[in-house]
């Protein structure tokens, strides 16, 4: 849910990336929506002025339910917010959806607050819960073998220098807070030329992932959404890394008909019955005028697609290009 580039006024209304293509791509928007990443609430309300008659907004993390109060009582019985998680956004509507919008990167909100441990630019415990709930990102860095460790940060992070950072942590740890590990990421690392990434990015992105078990909730999220649709229904997913976007793209891909190939040159192999239909072949991304006015938006990408009347069918996960062992999370202690 990148918004704002946190340069902007902190004052400004919260704009949501690729949020006027996603409109675009969507209309018209009539009926009942489910926005399963609120957040600071942005593309729920883009849904509800463009025409939604009801949008059920979920957030796993009650903070973002408490600041809603304001838009709650703006839209009335329009909006109705559910403390969830996406994977689960079935069971949150008495009637098939019109549509689905799920944006799945980390809010402002979150990274912004130095207590809740996502930035590594703040000093903050090392949390990273985006619920508040479980294990946290101290749990796993100080808890977690080295090899196991280097493996989170290969495989969630696409860090080269895995194995090196996590045998630097383990020789350090316990650690407390945020400056405290990138302080010990940035040591394994080259001095970063300008214009490039923090040296810790990586290995952030990949503690959060882990830590929040976000894989295995993008991929039940999908197919809950699968299930909760109408026919005609349309669900948008806006993703800010290659990882969550393959497995998006995967999914639209396989079950709009078309099976991905190990060898590229071989034809698709067709299914039988198609549960959507693709409303764009390509992602979308953002144009120049987004980026510059909200650099977090470079890396995002949208995908956009229709239910069709096929019934439900069971989804093989081996095929959606899932990093690593999906539930890995669940073994933190």
Request: aromatic fraction near 6%; charge should be negative; glycine fraction near 8%.
């Amino acid at each position: 849910m990148a918004a704002a580039d946190p340069t902007q006024d902190p004052n400004a209304p919260h704009v949501p990336v690729l949020i006027d293509p996603l409109i675009k791509a969507v209309a018209p928007v009539t009926g009942l929506w489910l926005d399963g990443t609120f957040g600071a609430g942005g593309y729920t309300r883009r849904l509800l002025d463009a025409g939604a008659d009801t949008v059920i907004g979920v957030d796993r993390d009650p903070g973002a339910l408490t600041l809603a109060a304001p838009m709650k009582a703006e839209f009335g019985d329009r909006l109705q917010l559910v403390e969830g998680q996406f994977s689960d956004l079935d069971t949150f509507a008495s009637a098939p959806l019109d549509g689905v919008v799920l944006d799945l990167g980390v809010s402002s909100m979150q990274i912004d607050q130095a207590e809740r441990g996502f930035s590594f630019q703040k000093d903050g415990p090392l949390d990273m819960r985006m619920s508040g709930q479980g294990p946290s990102a101290a749990d796993l860095v100080n808890l977690t073998d080295e090899n196991e460790l280097a493996d989170y940060l290969y495989h969630f992070g696409e860090e080269r220098a895995a194995r090196r950072i996590a045998r630097a942590i383990v020789a350090v740890r316990p650690l407390e807070t945020t400056l405290q590990l990138a302080t010990v990421v940035s040591s394994c690392l080259p001095r970063p030329k300008p214009g490039r990434i923090h040296p810790a990015t990586r290995s952030f992105q990949a503690i959060r992932i882990a830590v929040n078990g976000e894989f295995n909730e993008l991929i039940k999220g999908l197919e809950a959404a699968e299930r909760a649709l109408k026919p005609g229904g349309k669900l948008a997913v806006v993703t800010f890394h290659s990882l969550e976007d393959r497995v998006v793209k995967r999914f639209f891909q396989v079950r709009s008909g078309g099976t991905a190939n190990a060898n590229r040159f071989a034809p698709e192999i067709e299914t039988e019955m198609a549960q959507f239909k693709l409303l764009s072949r390509r992602a979308i991304g953002p144009d120049e005028d987004e980026v510059a006015r909200n650099p977090r938006s470079r890396s995002a990408k949208l995908r956009v697609a229709e239910r069709t009347d096929a019934p439900v069918t069971p989804l093989d996960r081996s095929a959606m290009g899932l990093p690593g062992p999906s539930d890995w999370w669940k073994d933190v202690t």
